[in-house]
């Protein structure tokens, strides 16, 4: 059953701690993505990878890291260094071939507050 | 810089009423144009897409969404909702490559 997963699917943390939120498909997608979704503000493009140990910036990337040394799985971590970390985080994977009328498919979320 | 502008946060309607989101996108060149969907305690889906041909498009549980390129739109709709229909609904938008903007999404309410 292939599919994207994401855990935990809750994440509590203290303020200064960094955070490191999983994502793995095995859709055999070479592109993935981690978006951030407030109220009212729509998904936020955080960070995204074409192929394996290559990512780029997306359009909030401050405060946030990410790796991409497999295929399959391309973890997000929130550093200290991000101010306002408490939010819902997508990861998404997509067809890595150029046509940009593939479509994203998206992992459950997890939902991390800092206290 | 691209953007997607989706006209109403919040939506409530009654069963059996007809619905009409609309979403616009400010990108001069070729375009393609997704509506994904959210219900309550589940992923993220893709509901339609076009990319090209016929300007009106038809998605899954009977949503249709019409293309118009000199209006810049890209409106959801559906002759007649149910209560199931509740759920976030976003427009989104690629112009080439990896990248697909979203709009801030859409809060539909429907009340049985």
């Known amino acids: 059953d292939g599919g994207i997963t994401q855990s935990p699917k809750y994440l509590f943390r203290k303020e200064g701690q960094n955070v490191t939120l999983s994502c793995e498909q095995n859709?055999?997608?070479?592109?993935m993505y981690w978006y951030r979704q407030d109220p009212g503000q729509g998904l936020r493009l955080i960070y995204y990878s074409q192929i394996v140990n290559d990512f780029q910036k997306g359009d909030i990337a401050e405060g946030y890291s990410v790796s991409r040394e497999k295929k399959e799985s391309f973890p997000l971590t929130v550093t200290s260094a991000q101010k306002n970390p408490t939010a819902f985080y997508l990861c998404a994977s997509k067809r890595g071939d150029k046509s940009s009328y593939n479509e994203q498919f998206f992992g459950p979320g997890t939902r991390l507050t800092v206290l | 810089a691209q953007s997607v502008s989706q006209h109403n946060h919040h939506v409530i309607l009654s069963e059996a009423a007809s619905l009409e989101l609309g979403c616009n996108y400010s990108y001069g060149g070729t375009v393609n144009l997704f509506w994904y969907v959210q219900y309550p305690g589940q992923h993220l889906q893709l509901l339609l897409k076009y990319f090209s041909g016929d300007p009106l498009v038809k998605g899954i549980k009977g949503f249709e969404a019409e293309f118009i390129k000199s209006k810049f739109s890209f409106n959801l709709r559906k002759p007649s909702v149910q209560w199931s229909d509740t759920a976030e609904y976003f427009c989104a938008v690629n112009a080439g490559g990896f990248k697909t903007i979203f709009g801030a999404g859409t809060r539909l309410f429907v009340k049985a």
């Open positions: 859709l055999n997608h070479d592109a």
